[in-house]
């Protein structure tokens, strides 16, 4: 019996010297050095008595080492568990509790902090450094270079990823072999990616983007990538000339915008640049195009589907869009209350089907039923509509749906205004309790660099654009929007902030 996702990602490689990861120091790791580390750490997981089906919690520093943690598991039958590096050892406790992990991989830094849990819970821990260094790969090096595949099914569990939890504790979701490696193929075809591609990886490895999205594209086309630890500026402008493609945040492209070095010249030999895990400004997209001449692709997915969306590789790429469902994937817009299929052009919550959807919530069935129908759509929680010529808009959150006197407001219909003000970098529209309408809206306004946006232009400016019970009670400034580690602005946390501002 084979092993589907080691087998279509990795094991097609063994033995190849072709460069796999080129490090910023100019090292270059080949595909075959690169599963024999993986084999030596398969090993040392063996040794410690781990057996296919048990979790293994990585929080470590992105490292060629650490992706080929990622390889072992796979090899090993394990389910990997990738954890957000800024999480604390409280944060930390949740989740290695309720995955029962049986090893924990972590930063010799946190050694000390996270033996007592890793104790109490029964867990092994190794340490696993930035630069490589650490217990892990101290015992890897004493391994062979060589691991027996254990076999798996397509449906056997491959990795966990836990949502944010804004709205709760985390969940656990479970991804399967055949839904990483499915979407990994689909995305070599739509975005045309071959063994002869350079990607551009400046993206961390705990998260969806990162990991199953960037890393396994590359693994299945059979190309190389451009590995840096993080984004950093001079180093991304110092790989661009031998790069074919770059995924990344939006961040990363207003990053590039605001350095002069980043020219036409300086990304002649780039196809490619794709963005995701927040919505991309309208005006990037014009700025990125008119100095590169490029024009970024869109997608759209999430930690329980992957990817469910992509605007073309060929063919007009749509701003403000996430282009259409992808070959194998279903999506429909329902009505929240009754779960019907709405009109193109109707704004409802976005469902999904296809091998790309996850299993379910580890150990939490009721919110697994509560999200995954019978038949198979997983209601994402995402409000969007389809346009006429098929394109998926995404509206915002369901949780961030403000209900103000009864209407039903969606913040981003708002906000494509705001942004569009003299002086006007980027917005957010929250909802915050109110006496009289139970919500209204508060729009938070981020100014460009040195301007000063004139609030009451872009009060009249709403006021002309919307109906009156969509106009902002006020309108805030800030320097800057909380966000996440994949750039997604954490509109809980504004609202936090504003809740008691129409109080009383």
């Known amino acids: 019996m084979a092993n589907p996702l080691y087998d279509g990602l990795f094991g097609a490689h063994a ?21 024999e580390s993986a084999a030596r750490i398969a090993n040392v997981m063996a040794d410690l008595g781990l057996a296919p089906g048990d979790r293994v919690a990585a929080q470590v520093e992105k490292s060629p080492e650490a992706l080929a943690l990622y390889a072992a598991c796979a090899q ?12 604390t050892a ?34 092994r821990i190794e340490s696993l450094n930035g630069d490589g260094s650490g217990s892990l790969m101290d015992k890897a090096r004493t391994m062979p270079a060589e691991f027996a595949t254990v076999p798996r099914t397509a449906d056997d569990l491959a990795a ?75 180093q991304v402008i110092a790989g661009l000339p031998e790069a074919t493609a770059m995924m990344g945040v939006p961040t990363f492209y207003t990053r590039l915008l605001n350095d002069d070095r980043f020219t ?6 780039m196809r490619l640049f794709i963005s995701g895990s927040a919505p991309l400004l309208a005006e990037t997209h014009v700025q990125f195009e008119s100095r590169s001449g490029h024009r970024i692709l869109e997608r759209y997915g999430m930690t329980e589907t992957n990817m469910n969306t ?14 259409f469902p992808l070959p194998g994937v279903e999506l429909k817009i329902t009505d929240p209350e009754t779960g019907k299929t709405l009109p193109d052009g109707e704004i409802g919550q976005i469902e999904v089907r296809g091998p790309n959807v996850f299993k379910g919530y580890w150990q939490m ?20 509509r389809i346009d006429t010529d098929g394109y998926v808009h995404i509206v915002g959150r369901n949780k961030d749906l403000i209900i103000s006197g009864g209407y039903n407001i969606y913040p981003k219909e708002i ?16 909802g915050v309790p109110h006496p009289d309408f139970g919500e209204t809206v508060l729009g938070v306004i981020v100014p460009e660099k040195g301007a000063a946006p004139d609030t009451e232009a872009m009060m009249q400016a709403v006021q002309q654009a919307l109906a009156r019970f969509k106009h902002p009670r006020a309108l805030v400034m800030l320097d800057d929007l909380p966000r996440n580690t994949m750039g997604k602005v954490q509109k809980n946390l504004l609202r936090d902030s504003y809740k008691d501002m129409f109080a009383g």
Not at 264 to 269: F, M, N, Q, W
Not at 365 to 384: H, M, N, Q, S, V
Not at 415 to 430: C, F, H, K, R, Y
Request: aromatic share 10%; hydrophobic share 45%.
């Open 310 to 323: 992509s605007n073309p590789y060929e063919g007009e790429r749509r701003a403000g869009t996430v282009g």
């Open 15 to 35: 033995g190849q010297s072709t460069p796999f990861l080129r490090l910023a120091d100019g090292q270059v790791i080949t595909h075959g050095a690169f599963l």
């Open 160 to 234: 966990f990823l836990y949502t944010s939890g804004t709205t709760g504790r985390s969940k656990g979701a479970m991804l399967t072999q055949a839904n990483l490696l499915s979407n990994a193929r689909t995305l070599v075809k739509e975005w045309r990616f071959t063994a002869g591609d350079v990607l551009l990886h400046a993206l961390p490895i705990f998260h969806t983007h990162g990991l199953f999205v960037a890393t396994n594209v590359a693994l299945a086309a059979g190309s190389s990538m451009i590995f840096l630890p993080k984004f950093d500026l001079d």
């Open 264 to 269: 036409r010249d300086l990304t002649a030999h």
């Open 415 to 430: 906000e494509l205004v705001l942004d569009d003000q003299p002086g006007v970098l980027e917005s957010a529209v929250i």
């Open 90 to 123: 409280d944060e930390l406790q949740y989740f290695i509790e309720n995955s029962g992990a049986s090893l924990i991989v972590c930063d010799g830094r946190s050694d000390a902090t996270l033996a007592p849990m890793a104790g109490q819970f029964g867990a």
């Open 365 to 384: 069935p009721e919110k697994t039923a509560a999200e995954l129908r019978d038949d198979g759509f997983f209601i994402t929680g995402d409000l969007g």
């Open 76 to 87: 090993a039958g394990l389910v990997f568990l990738p954890l957000n590096t800024a999480y």
